[in-house]
């Protein structure tokens, strides 16, 4: 298969696996402006599929740099009507939304971190029934990605840019089955044996997780009562299959954000608004962050768990095999999308409701109360290694091993 094969091959499983676009409904897809070619296949593929409108909005990092860098605070401190509106007023209608990735890992690097924090704050009022919708699961969405130069060549400095664009290429259709017989078949077995996974989680349902590795972390993390194993594909309200992560191999729940001891050791960089936090830890006392540390970065870290109550607090514990596919490639991404699908990681932040039975059905006031954190942010970062162990302490004291030496034990 050449390149333009494999992008209509990619462009179809996204829309009829991925967002899973159904007869009459809306996709709202977000794509950088150099991949429009792309977009118009995206576009051809979901009104095949039966899609009623594609609304495409484009994305341009370079210009979101130059905004950052020249347009004055109070810009950032208000969304627009119209921007608002489109969100909340797109996911009000059950529209279906695909973003698709293309980011320099460092373009905001030097940003004023004032400007940032205004900007995700003003974004978490403005567009509150968009968020709303995905907590309660309402909607269909899927992330997936696409090289940039900048991106390539982060991961791959030692190459010219057409070859490093071309590596990112070959790398990414591996993580998503591209070029396989039937990548669809593909990802429905996948999918079956991430399922066989939460399956076995949520019949123990562990009162606490305890980590341990040779980095340093020794963190023992409580879990809700009645949580929720999710992985692979998720079901909206309506009972329709998607995947909102392509790649995808966690499983995922939320954690119990009252309870947290201990200290955690980053495994991998962390790229957060385009800023690389690197070498850093966390420590936690009953579930809250109170000391960190960052050998790089370590500003814009400090700016991630200051943006509000929730941000030092837990909202996702997850768990990825140190022996699987993307993992195994020995490439760090540095895109939270793919590397987090390569290591056991936590979140900082909100935690998706659904992930504690009825969470979703319940105020985030009432959802508090039972241990699910509320914040802006929700921030993966890596904590997996080859020696990780993580051991399920139940309620009555009795121990299970879930991972030895980075991999599944169960």
Same mark, same amino acid.
């Given at each position: 298969?050449?390149?333009?094969?494999?992008?209509m091959e990619? +462009?179809?499983?996204?829309?009829?696996?991925?967002? =899973?676009?159904?007869?009459d409904?809306?996709?709202? /897809?977000q794509?950088p @402006?150099?991949? %429009?070619?792309?977009?118009?296949?995206?576009?051809?593929?979901?009104?095949?599929?039966?899609?009623?409108?594609?609304?495409?909005?484009?994305?341009d990092e370079? /210009?979101?740099?130059?905004?950052?860098?020249y347009?004055? /605070?109070?810009?950032f401190?208000?969304v627009p =009507?119209?921007? +608002?509106?489109?969100?909340?007023?797109?996911?009000?209608?059950?529209?279906?939304?695909?973003?698709?990735? %293309?980011?320099?890992?460092?373009?905001?690097?030097?940003?004023?971190?004032?400007?940032? #924090?205004?900007? @995700?704050?003003?974004?978490e009022?403005?567009?509150?029934d968009?968020?709303?919708?995905?907590?309660?699961?309402?909607?269909?969405?899927?992330?997936?990605?696409?090289p =940039?130069?900048?991106?390539?060549?982060k991961i791959?400095?030692?190459?010219?840019?057409?070859?490093?664009?071309?590596?990112?290429?070959?790398?990414?259709?591996?993580?998503?089955?591209?070029?396989?017989?039937?990548?669809?078949?593909a990802?429905?077995k996948h999918?079956?044996? /991430?399922?066989?996974?939460?399956?076995? #989680?949520?019949?123990?349902?562990? %009162?606490?997780?305890h980590?341990?590795?040779?980095?340093?972390?020794?963190?023992?993390?409580?879990?809700?009562?009645?949580?929720i194993? +999710?992985g692979?594909?998720?079901?909206?309200?309506?009972?329709?299959?998607?995947?909102?992560?392509?790649?995808?191999?966690?499983?995922?729940?939320?954690?119990?954000?009252?309870?947290?001891?201990?200290?955690? @050791?980053?495994?991998?960089?962390?790229?957060?608004?385009?800023?690389?936090?690197? =070498?850093?830890?966390?420590?936690f006392?009953?579930g809250?962050?109170?000391?960190?540390?960052?050998?790089?970065?370590?500003?814009?870290?400090?700016?991630?768990?200051?943006?509000?109550?929730?941000?030092?607090?837990?909202?996702?514990?997850?768990?990825?095999?140190?022996?699987?596919?993307?993992?195994?490639?020995?490439?760090?991404?540095?895109?939270?999308?793919?590397?987090?699908?390569?290591?056991?990681?936590? %979140?900082?932040?909100?935690?998706?409701p659904?992930?504690?039975?009825?969470?979703?059905?319940?105020?985030?006031?009432?959802?508090?109360?039972?241990?699910?954190?509320?914040?802006?942010?929700?921030?993966?970062?890596?904590?997996?290694?080859?020696?990780?162990?993580?051991?399920?302490i139940?309620?009555?004291?009795?121990?299970? @091993?879930?991972?030895?030496?980075?991999?599944w +034990?169960?």
């Amino acid at each position: 298969m050449n390149l333009n094969e494999k992008l209509m091959e990619y +462009a179809e499983l996204a829309v009829k696996t991925g967002v =899973n676009i159904q007869k009459d409904q809306i996709l709202v /897809l977000q794509c950088p @402006v150099e991949y %429009a070619e792309f977009a118009r296949m995206i576009t051809k593929c979901a009104y095949e599929a039966g899609a009623k409108e594609v609304v495409v909005s484009w994305k341009d990092e370079k /210009l979101g740099r130059l905004k950052f860098d020249y347009a004055p /605070l109070e810009v950032f401190e208000n969304v627009p =009507n119209w921007k +608002a509106s489109f969100y909340n007023d797109y996911a009000k209608q059950n529209a279906a939304f695909m973003n698709v990735l %293309a980011e320099d890992p460092e373009i905001f690097k030097g940003v004023s971190s004032e400007k940032l #924090l205004a900007n @995700v704050k003003a974004s978490e009022i403005a567009l509150k029934d968009y968020r709303d919708c995905f907590d309660k699961s309402e909607l269909q969405w899927n992330l997936f990605a696409v090289p =940039n130069v900048a991106w390539a060549k982060k991961i791959f400095p030692d190459l010219d840019e057409k070859e490093a664009i071309e590596k990112l290429w070959e790398a990414i259709f591996k993580t998503v089955h591209i070029g396989k017989e039937n990548p669809v078949e593909a990802w429905k077995k996948h999918d079956a044996n /991430l399922v066989s996974k939460c399956n076995i #989680l949520n019949e123990k349902q562990f %009162a606490k997780l305890h980590y341990e590795n040779s980095l340093g972390t020794d963190f023992v993390v409580g879990m809700p009562k009645n949580h929720i194993w +999710a992985g692979g594909g998720e079901s909206n309200t309506k009972g329709i299959r998607f995947f909102p992560n392509m790649p995808t191999e966690e499983v995922f729940t939320a954690p119990d954000c009252r309870y947290a001891d201990g200290k955690v @050791v980053s495994s991998m960089p962390l790229s957060y608004q385009g800023t690389l936090i690197n =070498n850093f830890s966390v420590t936690f006392k009953d579930g809250k962050v109170v000391d960190f540390d960052a050998k790089e970065g370590y500003e814009a870290l400090e700016r991630l768990l200051n943006t509000d109550e929730g941000s030092r607090r837990l909202g996702e514990v997850a768990l990825v095999p140190y022996d699987s596919a993307i993992s195994n490639m020995g490439i760090l991404f540095y895109n939270t999308l793919f590397d987090e699908n390569a290591s056991c990681h936590f %979140a900082f932040g909100k935690c998706y409701p659904n992930t504690i039975k009825g969470g979703e059905l319940l105020s985030k006031e009432d959802l508090k109360k039972i241990g699910g954190n509320d914040s802006m942010n929700h921030v993966d970062f890596m904590v997996g290694t080859k020696d990780l162990k993580v051991t399920g302490i139940e309620e009555n004291g009795n121990k299970t @091993v879930i991972f030895e030496k980075g991999n599944w +034990a169960i």
